[in-house]
């Protein structure tokens, strides 16, 4: 029986996808009457730029001492079942899981972006997928300054990936891995993760709304408004196709891009900026299709769930994990990545029998529910834990 769970999560500086599920699972845990002890950083307590004060955290990325000692008091006190780990990038660090196995507690570390095996967290570089560090050491995204742009930042993350494959701490600490997608663990496993520790399941969208009917009369872009997002091929497409109308939620380094675009395109472009996670269902509801155009892996867009809870089809890049979830003429359909042509051929053809769309919107619905519903997501969560309890019992026996 699992009563009571440590669960972490590093917040980062804008919040996201991996805080939404982080919030999710703990309300779900916490609704199944778990108990829950949540220990929180965010990336907004991250010290200034002064040579001072970075310095010391760029080291403390790899291994931080104070966390080490926060989490064992914790655990001392509160005698969890497990600890899971959501993030831990940049101030809890791997130290935190080597605080749980020092004082008996098992650990699990849910996935959600490449970063163990990929500086920049996204297996991407210059627009288009790489996996040029997978199996090796990081250095060329050092080369490269595949985080943030800079090369300090990436031989710092590269420092803490290198430091901690050496002293094992991602294969000895941790008892099981989460990933979302059967080919997130191909890419993890590739990269040097256990087989054996990866358990995979999906996010899920807690207390959607009911399905809708999709008569809103338009396409609907929800996401960050960003190069990775395919933002671009979005807009290209778009001036390829005249008669739909395109509305756009969320915001991001290309807002103006995007403002700009919707300003010179005669309202065929509607820029919504952010709205709130009801006027989202509301707008995916009543779209006849939900466009995901990411030139990257992805882990697995919330956009998508939140359009399989509506019933609303998708259309998104043949891509990493996009093309893992999607199932074509089932869920939705796919186009060749960063192909603004094919985008906008695909979303024509769509338009054009938009009843297609309709007929799938009842199996759409029937699908999440099956696959991705709250209730089956604890199922498969409880699961991982008791499994990860048990792998580290064994293993602690056999020591």
Not at 18 to 42: F, G, M, T, W
Not at 138 to 165: D, E, F, K
Not at 191 to 200: A, D, L, R, Y
Not at 241 to 269: E, H, M, R
Request: hydrophobic content about 35%; some cysteine; proline content about 6%.
């Amino acid at each position: 029986m699992i009563n009571k769970v440590f669960l972490a999560h590093n917040f980062y500086r804008h919040e996201g996808g991996e805080d939404a599920v982080y919030r999710n699972e703990k309300e779900l845990l916490i609704s199944n009457n778990v108990s829950v002890q949540a220990y929180e950083k965010h990336n907004n307590d991250i010290p200034d730029k002064r040579i001072t004060g970075l310095i010391p955290h760029l080291f403390s990325m790899s291994w931080n001492k104070n966390v080490y000692k926060e989490i064992s008091k914790i655990l001392r006190d509160d005698k969890p079942d497990i600890a899971h780990f959501h993030n831990t990038f940049q101030l809890i660090s791997p130290s935190a899981y080597a605080a749980c196995h020092d004082n008996g507690v098992p650990v699990v570390q849910t996935l959600h972006n490449f970063r163990l095996i990929c500086p920049g967290g996204l297996l991407q570089r210059d627009d288009a997928p790489c996996e040029k560090c997978i199996g090796h050491m990081p250095l060329a995204s050092v080369a490269h300054g595949c985080y943030r742009n800079s090369r300090l930042s990436s031989a710092a993350v590269t420092l803490m990936i290198t430091r901690n494959r050496y002293n094992k701490s991602y294969t000895n600490n941790v008892d099981r891995y989460i990933t979302l997608t059967d080919f997130s663990t191909k890419k993890f496993t590739a990269g040097g993760i256990p087989n054996e520790k990866i358990m995979v399941k999906p996010n899920f969208i807690p207390d959607p709304p009911p399905p809708g009917n999709g008569d809103g009369g338009y396409m609907v872009y929800v996401g960050r408004l960003s190069e990775e997002k395919g933002i671009k091929t979005l807009i290209s497409a778009w001036s390829k196709t005249p008669t739909i109308p395109l509305y756009i939620i969320g915001d991001g380094p290309l807002s103006g891009f995007v403002k700009t675009a919707a300003d010179n395109n005669n309202n065929k472009i509607t820029w919504l900026g952010f709205k709130d996670k009801k006027e989202v269902f509301d707008y995916i509801s009543n779209a006849a299709l939900l466009i995901l155009p990411s030139i990257c892996y992805e882990g697995f867009p919330l956009t998508i769930l939140e359009a399989y809870a509506c019933g609303t089809p998708v259309l998104v890049s043949r891509l990493g994990n996009m093309n893992e979830v999607v199932i074509e003429d089932e869920t939705g359909f796919k186009f060749t990545p960063g192909d603004a042509t094919d985008l906008s051929n695909k979303t024509s053809f769509l338009w054009e029998n938009i009843e297609k769309l309709k007929k799938l919107r009842p199996n759409i619905y029937k699908h999440y529910i099956s696959h991705y519903s709250a209730d089956r997501n604890f199922t498969q969560l409880i699961n991982i834990y008791r499994t990860a309890i048990d792998s580290y019992n064994i293993s602690k026996t056999k020591s």
